[in-house]
């Protein structure tokens, strides 16, 4: 059984930053694709970024490029996603999912295993 833990989240003003972590236990992490998805307030969830088995590929939501980066360690099975210059908009639960399958993917409905979320409020 595959499960997802994230932490990290927290309140921060715009402009600022926060590191989430999501460690995966139960099965080899190097095999899983990692994925981040947020859900705002009455939003739907959407896609934030992704990055493949070792690393090699990363993928990022227009509205979060050139501020977001993903990366992972595999030796902590771990994905990491580091978030600079936040914006209010950018408000919502962050939640990790892992995806065997495939090649990176952005849909939903694509990862097999997803963490509970965490929750990322950034004030103006």
């Known amino acids: 059984q595959v499960q997802l833990v994230e932490s990290g989240g927290g309140l921060v003003q715009a402009g600022g930053a926060l590191r989430l972590s999501c460690a995966l236990s139960g099965r080899t992490f190097s095999t899983y694709n990692m994925g981040w998805f947020r859900q705002a307030p009455g939003k739907e969830r959407e896609f934030v970024t992704a990055?493949?088995?070792?690393?090699?590929?990363?993928y990022y939501a227009n509205s979060v490029k050139d501020r977001f980066t993903i990366s992972r360690d595999d030796a902590k099975n771990t994905v990491y996603l580091q978030m600079n210059n936040l914006k209010p908009e950018d408000t919502a639960v962050y939640s990790c999912a892992a995806d065997r399958f495939g090649d990176l993917r952005v849909g939903i409905g694509d990862y097999e295993y997803w963490g509970q979320g965490t929750q990322v409020t950034v004030s103006s």
């Open positions: 990055i493949s088995r070792r690393g090699g590929r990363t």
